[in-house]
């Protein structure tokens, strides 16, 4: 029989403690708390001048990664920039070292911090669950299918089609084009539309496709696999512009056919 590992349950504590520190807002930012940290006995013999340096490395460490995913949503923070921060650390402190994680983090936690006052500037929000998007579609792995087979009772109804798993479909409130396009310039104008967001070929970055609202329904509802019969009984005759997108999306592996 192996040798059973020793655990040191009281060492084990103190590098909990010191976790909970380092992601602590007080040790981040509170510099007129660092004296009654000094007290505190999980830290005794601990320089906190260091602590607060290796806190406030990780910390913008943590921010910088983030900002790389939301460059744009970072941008439009301006003057709420450092408010922002300090209360996302203090409500969300890191659980994972994954770039889009963290980004979905970071904007859930705008969507709450907007909840009680509109947001500023008002389509940060839109912009948000844009960058997002890209960053889900640029991090994703062919590893991370759900790996789901197709239903039995489906394979005598072939061909079968299925939205590639990594494509967004956005319904926006905002007309952001002026911060993606070169060129554009003006602030965003508010307008009720949707977007696909998908990786159209390799070696290129996502695009952003604008789709009407009845192709946004039938491509949602192609989540799983679904016979191509029904879905162009969907979209009907007298949608042309509707079937001659789907028809693009199934050429540009946006959705999957199985024939």
């Known amino acids: 029989m192996g040798a059973t590992p020793v655990r040191n349950p009281r060492l084990l504590d103190r590098q909990v403690e010191l976790l909970r520190h380092l992601t602590g807002v007080d040790l981040i930012f509170g510099e007129e708390k660092w004296a009654v940290l000094a007290d505190d006995p999980s830290l005794r013999g601990i320089s906190i001048p260091h602590l607060r340096l290796e806190a406030e490395m990780s910390h913008n460490k943590r921010m910088g990664k983030l900002e790389n995913a939301l460059q744009r949503t970072f941008a439009c923070l301006a003057e709420r920039r450092d408010r922002v921060f300090r209360e996302f650390a203090a409500a969300c402190p890191p659980e994972s070292y994954r770039r889009y994680d963290e980004a979905l983090c970071f904007c859930t936690f705008l969507e709450n911090y907007w909840k009680s006052e509109p947001p500023s500037p008002p389509f940060i929000l839109d912009l948000a669950r844009l960058e997002l998007a890209l960053a889900r579609i640029s991090a994703f792995r062919k590893a991370d299918r759900d790996g ?112």
């Not at 491509?219 to 162009?232: D, F, K, M, P, T």
């Not at 789907?246 to 946006?254: H, I, P």
Request: aromatic share 6%; net charge negative; proline share 8%.
């Open 148 to 259: 789901s087979s197709i239903p039995p009772q489906l394979n005598d109804r072939r061909p079968l089609v299925r939205l590639f798993p990594s494509v967004e479909i956005l319904k926006m409130n905002y007309d952001l084009r002026c911060l993606f396009e070169a060129g554009r310039t003006g602030e965003p104008s508010e307008r009720a539309h949707y977007i696909l967001v998908a990786q159209m070929k390799r070696g290129v970055g996502p695009r952003i496709t604008e789709i009407s609202a009845p192709l946004a329904d039938v491509l949602e509802r192609i989540r799983q696999w679904a016979a191509l019969e029904e879905v162009l009984e969907d979209i009907g005759p007298d949608q042309p512009d509707a079937r001659e997108s789907l028809r693009k999306f199934l050429n540009a592996g946006v959705v999957e056919v199985v024939q």
